[in-house]
């Protein structure tokens, strides 16, 4: 039930294109749900993030869309760049715990 | 620049051994978290502490353990090395015990031969 499971496990783009990545949980208790971006050598950084109270955030290029009675939450990057590549993990947390479960992470590169 | 360091950046050591890694939250955080990232886990939750105290554990095994003192940084001792322990540690901070962002440091890549 402390599980989030997380697809594709790769993902290819063209620049411009769209890349999608989808998060799955279990755990109804998960208030808080942040994506992170990791680029080979540095730590996670916080992207963006979202609460269950909303279904849809948008930061600049980045959105995630929030489904709650499905259980399921996915970050859309549009207009894909080749500075995007990275590794990207979405989480998920209960507020009051702090403690992150993370996906298992999608690597993803936009080809120019 | 997230404004969390740890140190070592590199840690090359032997089976058996015993290590220690020191984080420094941002400035005014009070809560540090410690994670595990290795190929197989991916990235995984260790122990946190909040202002000098434990207030949660993952999974942990019980050959690591941590501290936090009270300049607030943070240590993480893993002893008895073994070669699946080889890994990426990361250290998070946030300012309170709850309700906003986690910031990470650059890690610290452990490697046991």
């Known amino acids: 039930q402390q599980q989030v499971k997380q697809s594709p496990q790769s993902l290819i783009v063209q620049k411009g294109g769209i890349s999608i990545i989808n998060c799955a949980y279990e755990?109804?208790?998960?208030?808080?749900f942040p994506w992170y971006q990791q680029f080979p050598g540095k730590g996670p950084a916080l992207l963006i993030a979202i609460r269950p109270d909303v279904s849809e955030k948008k930061e600049g290029r980045f959105t995630i869309s929030f489904n709650k009675s499905a259980k399921q939450f996915s970050l859309h990057i549009m207009d894909s760049q080749p500075g995007d590549s990275a590794t990207y993990f979405c989480?998920?947390?209960?507020?009051?715990?702090?403690?992150?479960?993370f996906g298992q992470g999608t690597t993803l590169q936009v080809k120019p | 620049d997230s404004g969390v360091t740890q140190t070592p950046k590199h840690l090359i050591t032997a089976t058996g051994q015993r290590v220690t890694l020191r984080c420094s939250p941002r400035?005014?955080?009070?809560?540090v978290y410690w994670y595990q990232q290795s190929l197989d886990q991916g990235l995984q939750f260790l122990i946190q502490?909040?202002?000098?105290?434990?207030?949660a554990k993952g999974n942990i095994l019980e050959r690591f353990s941590a501290q936090q003192f009270p300049d607030l940084h943070s240590e993480l001792n893993l002893s008895s090395l073994e070669l699946g322990d080889s890994a990426l540690y990361f250290c998070a901070s946030r300012k309170g015990l709850a309700g906003d962002e986690q910031y990470f440091g650059p890690g610290t890549r452990l490697t046991v031969t």
């Open positions: 502490y909040y202002n000098g105290e434990e207030r």
């Open positions: 400035s005014g955080d009070l809560s």
């Open positions: 989480a998920a947390t209960a507020l009051n715990t702090g403690k992150l479960i």
């Open positions: 755990n109804t208790a998960f208030d808080y």
